[in-house]
């Protein structure tokens, strides 16, 4: 099979707006770690597709660690302290996670962010996420720290209208973004994962996003 495009050729950060940036294969060296905990409490909450307000089971599936979790269903989206499959409190944000987000964030000059969300994403072939903003938390002043691991995939980073044409720019595993300032309310999504076997995740990519929810 082909394997275009599994690893960037150089290591090089992106600048994207004010108070944003792709930091080029900051999380590299933690990232088998990182995996191993994500497959580690997806035992205790389990991926799901989470539905949209319309009733569409996303092709993205989902589950969160820290103290408050990102949840979807028919009445809409907020955060909750309980996971709605298993009604228990979602695992713990290990401190691996903590201390990468805190250290991603201050590289942008963001100081002292101690997120109490992580959403974890996973993408198989197909898996897409549509434009959207991120304006379910009340700290707006916060960044957004995100992790990619394992396929590539390409982002969409539009504008601050939802019709703004959006730039594309590929994530590769080990890339870290940062999202903050006058950035944090811009229009993104990811377009479709493409088919590759990638060796620490196989045929999926996963995305942590950390968040200051309150
Ligand atoms: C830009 N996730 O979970 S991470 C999401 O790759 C989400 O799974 C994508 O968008 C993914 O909400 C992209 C990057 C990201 C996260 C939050 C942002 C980009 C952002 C908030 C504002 C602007
Ligand atoms: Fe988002």
């Not at 401190?95 to 993408?123: E, Q, S």
């Amino acid at each position: 099979m082909m394997q275009a495009d599994l690893f960037a050729d150089e290591k090089r950060d992106v600048e994207l707006g004010p108070g944003a940036a792709i930091l080029s294969r900051f999380a590299l060296d933690a990232a088998d770690a990182l995996i191993a905990h994500i497959e580690r409490m997806s035992v205790l909450s389990p991926f799901r597709h989470m539905e949209t307000r319309g009733g569409k089971a996303m092709s993205v599936a989902m589950f969160n660690c820290g103290a408050w979790g990102w949840v979807s269903d028919r009445s809409g989206y907020r955060y909750d302290a309980i996971d709605p499959v298993t009604a228990l409190p979602w695992p713990d944000l290990p401190t691996l996670f903590l201390d990468l987000a805190n250290r991603a964030a201050d590289a942008l000059g963001f100081g002292g962010f101690v997120p109490d969300a992580c959403l974890v994403n996973r993408y198989v072939v197909g898996s897409r996420l549509s434009l959207h903003q991120d304006r379910d938390e009340r700290d707006r002043d916060a960044p957004i720290v995100s992790v990619s691991l394992g396929l590539p995939a390409t982002f969409l980073w539009g504008g601050h209208k939802r019709n703004d044409r959006p730039a594309r720019h590929r994530l590769f595993h080990g890339d870290v973004v940062v999202w903050g300032g006058p950035s944090r309310l811009v229009f993104h999504g990811v377009d479709e994962l493409k088919d590759a076997d990638h060796p620490s995740t196989g045929a999926m990519r996963y995305n942590l996003t950390f968040r200051k929810t309150r």
